[in-house]
């Protein structure tokens, strides 16, 4: 096993990316079983109605993380802003630690917070107003007990919404806000943060209170694959490709 950590987030798996679920199973099968561990920064799924959702894909997903559990890889999940319905059945499924939104981690000695980054986005008033709402419990409960061609309905209009509205917004809102990643890093006493969501991938110096810190973005997997890789050496933002459709 390689002295490696792996960090992937923004795949959105679906059935009509067959290419992306293949690239997302050679990764699986060729280079996580071989790291220490695999942290996933959601948005794995393009969207998710329910661990009771009929899904060949999610049965594949869910045996691709098994078998690398089962070979010795941990996997690590945290939800996102399109895949918090993914609950602890997936989990068992798949193997995998379900983690919260926030969570800090011991990266080769150095304290490091993983999160999938929309939280990250205040600037997007409507955005954190929406996932102020889908995260009630109450909610959630009655949206589970809906009927599956209900709940497919629904999750198709919040996508169209979704994709109507990022095209209006402008990219400053739809980033992080500086202050809040500086708010949160102090709050959880790490220099290191790894996050998602945003699709721009980099690895970004900023200081707080005048020490060296560093901010980490995951890319999406929609024209390549992005992979952080992390050893006792460094840290290196890698891609992958995709194959032919």
């Known amino acids: 096993m390689n002295q490696t950590t792996?960090?992937?987030a923004d795949l959105h798996l679906s059935a009509g990316r067959p290419d992306i679920t293949a690239a997302f199973l050679r990764f699986m099968q060729q280079e996580a079983v071989h790291a220490e561990a695999l942290y996933v920064l959601g948005d794995l799924f393009e969207f998710s109605i329910g661990d009771d959702e009929p899904s060949p894909l999610n049965d594949e997903v869910a045996a691709a993380f098994k078998a690398c559990v089962?070979?010795?890889?941990?996997?690590?999940?945290?939800?996102?802003?399109?895949?918090?319905?993914?609950?602890?059945?997936?989990a068992r499924q798949a193997g995998v630690?379900?983690?919260?939104?926030?969570?800090?981690?011991?990266?080769?000695g150095e304290r490091t917070l993983i999160m999938h980054g929309d939280t990250l986005c205040?600037?997007?008033?409507?955005?954190?107003r929406y996932r102020r709402v889908t995260r009630w419990g109450w909610l959630q409960?009655?949206?589970?007990?809906?009927?599956?061609?209900?709940?497919?309905?629904?999750?198709?209009g919040i996508r169209s919404k979704s994709a109507q509205s990022k095209e209006v917004k402008v990219m400053q809102v739809m980033d992080v806000n500086q202050a809040e990643v500086e708010r949160q890093m102090q709050r959880y006493k790490v220099r290191s943060l790894i996050h998602g969501h945003t699709h721009r991938p980099d690895m970004h110096t900023l200081y707080i209170k005048e020490q060296a810190a560093q901010r980490?973005?995951?890319?999406?997997?929609?024209?390549?694959?992005?992979?952080?890789?992390?050893?006792?050496?460094?840290?290196?933002?890698?891609?992958?490709?995709?194959?032919?459709?």
């Open 70 to 90: 089962e070979q010795g890889t941990p996997v690590y999940f945290i939800h996102g802003n399109r895949d918090f319905m993914v609950g602890r059945r997936f």
């Open 122 to 128: 205040i600037d997007d008033a409507g955005y954190q």
């Open 216 to 245: 980490v973005v995951l890319g999406d997997w929609y024209t390549q694959g992005s992979v952080l890789v992390v050893s006792p050496q460094g840290m290196e933002l890698q891609n992958r490709v995709l194959p032919a459709s």
């Open 6 to 8: 792996l960090f992937i």
């Open 141 to 156: 409960w009655l949206f589970l007990r809906l009927p599956l061609t209900f709940r497919m309905n629904i999750a198709d």
């Open 97 to 108: 630690i379900l983690l919260p939104e926030h969570k800090v981690i011991d990266l080769y």
